[in-house]
């Protein structure tokens, strides 16, 4: 058990860090809750991430005058 949960803990840790910084280049810092981004965990990064992809792409829609 102790490979396969280093391994998966490896991948997670990097892929965090690829989160971290697709957030900041949108400009994000802090989670909703008001929490660094660089105190969330793995799946809260997930979830933040996924709720800023909603909101560029709401505003994105908002700004073409489109009303899908």
Known sequence: MGVLYNTVRRKQDAEAQLMINDLLALGITRARTGES????????????????????????????????
Do not use: C, K, M, P
């Not at 981004?37 to 005058?65: C, F, K, P, W």
């Open 37 to 68: 981004i660089y105190d969330l965990s793995y799946y809260d990064l997930r979830h933040e991430l996924a709720i800023a992809a909603v909101t560029q792409s709401n505003h994105y829609r908002e700004s073409e005058g489109g009303n899908e």
